[in-house]
């Protein structure tokens, strides 16, 4: 017999069956992002599916009364604008083995996505008009386009240059701008950029977890995935005009039995058959600008948001 002085149980002989591989119960991923509109616009709370918000529609006018004269008379108004309540909905269904076998708790692990998912589609609906309710009138950006306050990056002599004059823009239509939101990765874009004096006009958050700010007020970056960077690169608003209605806030509940089925009624889930849950996630919300009459120009004219758009195409924005 041949001598063998080679052989040795090695790793490779074992696989993971008997030298498992340790597996961490964190998952690796980003940190959900939440809305920006449920964030920063004015909320109220919705007894029904539909809410009356006064805007001032007319404006009272004084007169100078000479000796003797007579006093004229004024009047002012004020419109409805209606915020209405649609429903935010979504199923997941898990098989219970997957859940069984998992190392961590699925269910715990995709509520904070799907709230990130919600934002996402509350974003996108209100200030671009994606896949928006049509009972939420126009969104933010028709809304700014209709009233021309707009300017294209690389307009002026910096990108600084350019929102100071889109604030100057907006504020000559009587609205006064206390915040911004913007593109994934415009700070970086921002940092370096002095006003006139050499000052500079952009602090990046120091704290995680709070927003940068532009000229003293607070910058948000939209990063929930619903920021269309071909439409627009930074959005400025007077946001206490903005009116977010939280009718239902996000539920989840989960069921044991139940059926999922098609817009032709098929069915294509069947939980108790297929051994499964199935979470459910409901939420009712609404939004609305209120958009009030200022003296500043004729009812119609005024907007209280404007927008920097991308570059016009053979120009480029300037740092």
């Known amino acids: 017999m041949a001598e063998n002085f080679a052989n040795a149980i090695k790793r490779s002989d074992l696989g993971d069956a008997l030298i498992p591989n340790e597996r961490s119960t964190e998952i690796i991923q980003t940190l959900p992002q939440q809305s920006v509109i449920a964030n920063r616009a004015k909320r109220v709370t919705m007894s029904k599916a539909k809410k009356e918000q006064p805007v001032l529609a007319s404006l009272p006018e004084a007169?100078?009364?000479a000796e003797g004269g007579l006093k004229q008379t004024t009047k002012t108004g004020w419109e409805?604008?209606?915020i209405s309540a649609e429903e935010l909905a979504v199923l997941v269904p898990i098989p219970d083995s997957v859940v069984e076998d998992a190392d961590i708790d699925l269910w715990a692990a995709i509520r904070p996505l799907i709230a990130e998912a919600f934002g996402k589609k509350?974003?996108?609906?209100a200030i671009f008009g994606v896949d928006k309710p049509t009972t939420w009138g126009t969104d933010i950006l028709a809304g700014a386009t209709a009233a021309k306050n707009t300017i294209a990056a690389?307009?002026?002599?910096?990108f600084a240059a350019d929102v100071a004059a889109l604030g100057q823009k907006i504020a000559e239509q009587g609205f006064a701008i206390n915040g911004f939101a913007s593109k994934a990765g415009l700070n970086w874009q921002l940092i370096g950029l002095r006003d006139a004096n050499g000052q500079p006009v952009y602090s990046p958050s120091i704290a995680e977890g709070q927003p940068s700010r532009l000229y003293g007020y607070d910058l948000n970056e939209v990063t929930n995935g619903a920021w269309d960077p071909t439409k627009a690169e930074l959005l400025a608003a007077d946001w206490s005009?903005?009116?977010?209605g939280v009718r239902q806030d996000m539920t989840f509940k989960i069921f044991d039995?139940?059926?999922?089925?098609?817009?032709d009624g098929k069915v294509v889930y069947n939980a108790m058959q297929q051994d499964s849950k199935i979470m459910r996630v409901v939420m009712r919300v609404g939004f609305a600008v209120a958009n009030p009459?200022?003296?500043?120009?004729?009812?119609?004219k005024q907007y209280p948001a404007g927008f920097i758009t991308p570059a016009a195409a053979?120009?480029?924005?300037?740092a």
């Open 63 to 65: 007169y100078w009364v």
């Open 80 to 82: 409805d604008v209606t």
């Open 122 to 125: 509350i974003d996108e609906a």
């Open 154 to 158: 690389g307009t002026g002599t910096d």
């Open 241 to 244: 005009k903005f009116v977010y």
């Open 257 to 263: 039995q139940g059926i999922i089925s098609d817009a």
């Open 293 to 300: 009459m200022t003296r500043l120009v004729a009812k119609g």
């Open 314 to 318: 053979g120009a480029s924005a300037k």
